[in-house]
């Protein structure tokens, strides 16, 4: 077992070069508890990758809430660590916390776990931003109520994710006021949504299980745009990116693995 506080590199594993913090001795923790709906799963039963980023919104939400927090918090960067997803029906627990700062973001780690072993481990990048929809600088209640966890250890909200190559596959990805949520952009959800529309229609995780996935976002995508959904088989999976005239408005790059043992 790891001491409180270690860290794991998933690189270490051939999986994407994010640190996965555990979580602290003190400080606060947000838990919850929620089944796998109807809704939620892909035709065989697995929890998708979207309902498990709409899991980690909540959780999030519910913390801030929770402790009062006005303002908005958009995300920048997601990286996921997956083992078995959950099935539908299945009860999960979520814990999270926050596990580290820069200038005007926070890192949020949770995890996802059934029965008390892990399943999923995330690590997000989120920014602040003021009523005029800008970045603003983190305040003193900020570090009143997460100072503790994250113990000083610093974060940068840069993105990594290439652009797509001239030769990825391109197709039209219609947007939906469905999709839109209450800062009146496409949710970030629907991003994954469109990585596991391209791992089905390719057939790239038939036989495989996806291990580990990070997404960025770049910029908002709006109702009306005319947006594009780029793909390109990697040695190790799928990178996809959502365009909007030849912009990157979102770039994900999973990776795909052999399934565990029936």
Known sequence: MRPPG??????????????FVECP????????????????????????LDALVR??????????????????????????????????????ELETFCSGTGGRVAERRTSVRLDGEVRVEASAIWVHIDDEGRP???????WDLYGTAANGRRVSGRLRLPPPPPDASRR?????????DVLGHVNNAIAWAALEDELARTQLNGDDRIVAAEMEYRAPIDV??????????T?????????????????????????SPA
């Not at 519910?62 to 959950?86: K, N, Q, S, Y």
């Not at 603003?136 to 900020?142: E, G, M, P, R």
């Not at 959502?242 to 408005?249: A, G, K, M, Q, T």
Request: charged fraction near 30%.
């Open 55 to 92: 899991y980690l919104q909540d959780i999030a939400a519910d913390d801030v809430d929770d402790a009062g927090i006005e303002g908005a918090w958009v995300v920048r960067r997601t990286a996921l660590r997956v083992g078995d997803l959950p099935t539908f029906r299945e009860v999960v």
């Open 235 to 259: 040695s190790d999976g799928l990178a996809c990116w959502l365009v909007v005239d030849d912009e990157v408005r979102t770039a994900v790059r999973a990776v795909l693995g052999s399934r």
């Open 224 to 233: 009306g745009d005319a947006c594009e959904l780029r793909a390109m088989p």
């Open 136 to 142: 603003a600088a983190l305040k003193d209640w900020f």
């Open 25 to 48: 001795p003190g400080g606060r923790r947000v838990v919850r508890t929620r089944p796998v709906r109807l809704a939620d799963v892909t035709p065989t039963g697995r929890l998708r």
């Open 6 to 19: 270690a860290t794991v590199r998933a690189c270490d594993h051939g999986e994407v070069d994010t640190e």
């Open 172 to 180: 039209p990805w219609p947007t939906r006021h469905t999709d839109l």
